[in-house]
């Protein structure tokens, strides 16, 4: 079952199929800023985000017609995406793969009087979901924004974007199962990060330094 | 159970978190983790973390808009849009 989000996008591109009045602006300014976003994530630049989102778009509309099925349309938008995101390849952003190791990405644990204890912030200090704040945020984007590129393009699809596992798959020419691999280490490794912050808060605070 | 196993459990377990939060497991592997952390605090404190990376991600997004479109875009665009309507 589609998400409303979701069922929205599908309702739109069935408008622009049918040629809608005002469907062609709807449009554009759903998926202009989607685009924009991505893009600024998965190549790190404003000037290739913006590029990336109008040359997406002027694929989109050349090609409209080629969208068989109105459900897929935000599968089918980010591949145009992710191919105009290649485009702009970048050394630094685009590196050659590091694969990232499941073992590297787990916490250490130690024994605590006849328990086992990991290794961890205490993540309920975290503000709520709804309002990050940038701090926050920054830390969030820069941990995704340093995954190697195979990790990046599965977790901006799958968390950020809230593609299906099959979408995300089908955007990337990958299979389910690696995109589900994927995901899992891009999420350990963001994790890991975000860890790292909250236990520098943490220690700063316990040492009268830090920010509560 | 032994605190060696118990660990290679965990491993286990940290293997498949985000299929289990994700709804993508199997019921029989689903049930074994959920048997799991049922005895292991520190498996579902990590699970928590994790569950919170997930959605801290899907909040992420910056406040950065692309610029505004300018009308020679937003024609360029729109011509584009009226010649593929024009091809079905």
């Known amino acids: ?212 | 159970m032994e605190p060696d196993n118990h660990s290679d459990d965990c491993k286990q377990i940290f293997a498949l978190l985000s299929e289990y939060l994700d709804a993508e497991l199997n019921p029989e592997s689903c049930e074994d983790i959920q048997a799991h952390l049922a005895g292991c605090p520190p498996c579902i404190e990590f699970l928590e973390s994790l569950k919170r990376t997930v959605r801290l991600c899907h909040n992420c997004e910056s406040a950065e808009a692309p610029a505004p479109l300018g009308p020679e875009t937003r024609e360029k665009l729109l011509a584009a849009y009226r010649k593929s309507l024009s091809r079905r």
Not at chain 1, 62 to 90: D, G, S, T
Not at chain 1, 130 to 158: F, G, K, N
């Open chain 1, 1 to 212: 079952m589609p998400s409303p989000q979701t069922q929205d996008e599908i309702e739109l591109a069935r408008d622009l199929l049918a040629g809608k009045a005002d469907a062609f602006d709807r449009f554009v300014e759903v998926f202009r800023s989607k685009i924009f976003q991505y893009a600024l994530m998965m190549c790190g630049h404003r000037e290739d985000a913006e590029e990336v989102a109008q040359d997406t778009l002027f694929k989109v509309f050349e090609n409209f017609e080629q969208l068989r099925e109105p459900e897929r349309v935000r599968a089918w938008v980010f591949r145009i995406a992710r191919n105009a995101c290649y485009m702009k390849r970048r050394k630094s952003v685009f590196a050659p793969t590091q694969e990232l190791s499941l073992d590297d990405l787990l916490p250490h644990s130690e024994q605590d009087g006849g328990h086992r204890k990991l290794e961890i912030a205490d993540w309920s200090a975290l503000p709520d979901d709804q309002v990050l704040r940038s701090e926050l945020r920054d830390v969030i984007q820069a941990a995704i924004q340093e995954l190697p590129e195979i990790y990046r393009a599965v977790i901006l699809l799958r968390d950020v974007e809230e593609l299906s596992t099959d979408e995300t798959a089908q955007v990337l020419d990958i299979s389910p199962e690696s995109v589900k691999t994927r995901l899992h280490r891009a999420r350990l490794a963001v994790r890991r990060t975000l860890d790292g912050y909250l236990r520098g808060i943490q220690s700063g605070v316990e040492h009268g330094t830090g920010q509560p």
